[in-house]
């Protein structure tokens, strides 16, 4: 990514009088809260809706100079930064905690930016809502702990602040689902869901591998939510940051939560993962943003037909699976009659070699194909196992 200069501005050594102002501004901030909300309800329909800032809060002189170079952008719809940053081991940076929370208070009434920050316990709840944060979200260290989100949920309870929700560090929906459900019941009405990526074991060219099958089922769960993604995260480094987020936006994702920092190379945490506001702004002209539906009737009469095609096909398919497992169901009968083993493996890896070396012809993944034959293979053995160990009726 291209770099950018960012001195100082130096419009951040204020004047007396700018002081008064900006503190005057700061101590209206209770109104500003009231007035975040009604932005947010007008926001969580915007696509997309774009969440940026640097990984740390970690002066005010970085937080102002951020603030002021993302307003320029005239794109970003929130300002983001970390106040507490949970760290795997002691001794690395864990953010400035309440000191930097009036550093993003008057940020806001400098750039009329809302800002955003992660909450881990009902502490840092009450501080942030202390000064006046916009938008709140639960990062996914605490998503991964019950305890955590309810703590959290509990101190949410009569407050209307919107809350984002990261997926957990493990590839584990029900987690997922459980912090929406908890925070739900604490009576908060505009909730967002984030999508982070997932830890994993063995090497990849991602920090956190994006699993994209598991969270397209929890925005197919949840329509109703926002869902963004976090391409900072996921990513780790930098130049992969433009085709994750192409495959969120080619996935109708609804918005963008992304680190960009004046000086990335300097930043106190996750320094490689963070651009500059100009190559954020490089990066967004950089993507092709899709469009969810064309209202245009021929539009929409073409893809009526290719639709009812793809319904015939799947008919086609399930009739198909059908007639398999029948076949299976005999071939379970011929094994019971003459005490043979259910699984059969030589035949069963020549079956899944004959069909991995026919992906190129037709033009499918061989990785799929072992998914989708793994899975028949599955329910076939358990037909089988059905009927190998089904009792005789008693008369």
Not at 99 to 124: H, I, K, N
Not at 222 to 235: A, G, L, N, R, T
Request: hydrophobic share 40%; aromatic share 6%; charged share 25%.
């Amino acid at each position: 990514m291209r770099g950018q200069n960012c001195s100082i501005n130096p419009t951040f050594v204020f004047s007396k009088k700018k002081r008064k102002v900006l503190l005057r501004q700061i101590e209206d901030t209770n109104h500003q809260t009231a007035e975040a909300k009604i932005g947010w309800t007008q926001l969580r329909h915007k696509k997309p809706l774009l969440i940026a800032g640097p990984c740390s809060a970690e002066s005010r002189e970085q937080v102002l100079q951020s603030a002021q170079l993302l307003q320029a952008t005239q794109k970003v719809d929130i300002m983001r930064a970390g106040i507490w940053k949970p760290r795997t081991r002691p001794g690395n940076f864990e953010g400035m905690g309440e000191a930097a929370l009036p550093w993003m208070q008057e940020a806001l009434a400098l750039t009329g930016l809302p800002f955003a920050t992660e909450v881990a316990s009902a502490r840092q709840v009450e501080l942030a809502l202390k000064y006046d944060c916009s938008v709140l979200w639960i990062g996914a260290r605490s998503t991964a702990n019950p305890f955590s989100v309810q703590e959290i949920a509990d101190a949410l309870k009569g407050v209307t602040v919107p809350v984002l929700i990261k997926n957990p560090v493990s590839p584990d929906i029900d987690l997922w689902v459980g912090a929406l459900e908890r925070v739900e019941k604490s009576g908060i009405k505009d909730i967002g869901l984030i999508h982070r990526g997932f830890s994993f074991y063995g090497r990849s060219e991602y920090r956190n591998a994006p699993t994209w099958k598991l969270a397209l089922e929890m925005k197919r769960r949840y329509p109703e939510w926002p869902f963004m993604v976090d391409p900072s995260h996921i990513c780790g480094k930098r130049h992969l940051l433009k085709e994750v987020v192409q495959s969120a936006i080619d996935l109708d994702y609804d918005g963008i939560m992304i680190e960009s920092h004046p000086h990335p190379d300097e930043a106190l945490s996750d320094a490689a993962q963070q651009i500059t506001p100009a190559d954020l702004v490089a990066l967004l002209n950089e993507i092709v943003w899709r469009k969810e539906t064309d209202s245009s009737e021929e539009i929409q009469q073409k893809l009526a037909r290719y639709r009812r095609i793809i319904d015939h096909v799947d008919d086609d398919i399930l009739n198909l699976l059908s007639r398999r497992m029948q076949i299976a169901a005999e071939i379970g009968m011929f094994k019971k009659k003459h005490n043979l083993t259910i699984l059969q493996t030589a035949r069963w890896n020549e079956t899944l070699d004959r069909l991995i070396a026919m992906t190129e012809k037709l033009n499918l993944s061989p990785e799929f194909i072992k998914q989708y034959y793994d899975a028949i293979h599955m329910e076939s053995i358990a037909h089988q196992d059905k009927i190998m160990n089904e009792q005789p009726k008693k008369n």
